[in-house]
């Protein structure tokens, strides 16, 4: 069906960046929706950031407020693919990062990554 996979995690001080990776494949006719949720422990999953495909084949952008100004994503849709540039972290950012896609804008239908782990600690 659809396979999505992250990569770019990884422990960093507090201030420093990463950039997350994310590609989709498999049968995928459409792609409505990519965005990366974020689940600290003993926390539920929440949206970081998100894409969200427009009836003129432009895209939305939407961020948490607590990224807003830090954290930019960016997505490939010829490549099935979403990024997320992370500046200026802090402990607060420290969780597991899924990327989400979900194909169709009227399946509620979503797929996700297996996570990768972003810690920010000195």
């Known amino acids: 069906q659809v396979q999505v996979a992250e990569s770019g995690g990884g422990l960093v001080q507090p201030g420093g960046s990463l950039r997350l990776s ?56 010829s490549k099935k693919a979403v990024y997320l540039q992370m500046n200026s972290l802090t402990p607060e950012d420290t969780a597991v990062y899924y990327c989400n896609v979900r194909p169709s804008r009227f399946l509620v239908l979503d797929y996700w990554g297996q996570g990768t782990q972003v810690t920010v600690s000195s």
């Open 22 to 77: 994310c590609a989709a494949s498999g049968s995928i006719t459409s792609l409505y929706q990519m965005g990366w949720y974020r689940q600290a422990p003993g926390k539920q999953r929440e949206l970081v950031a998100g894409t969200t495909s427009g009836v003129t084949s432009d895209i939305i952008i939407n961020y948490a407020d607590s990224v807003k100004g830090r954290f930019t994503i960016s997505r490939d849709s």
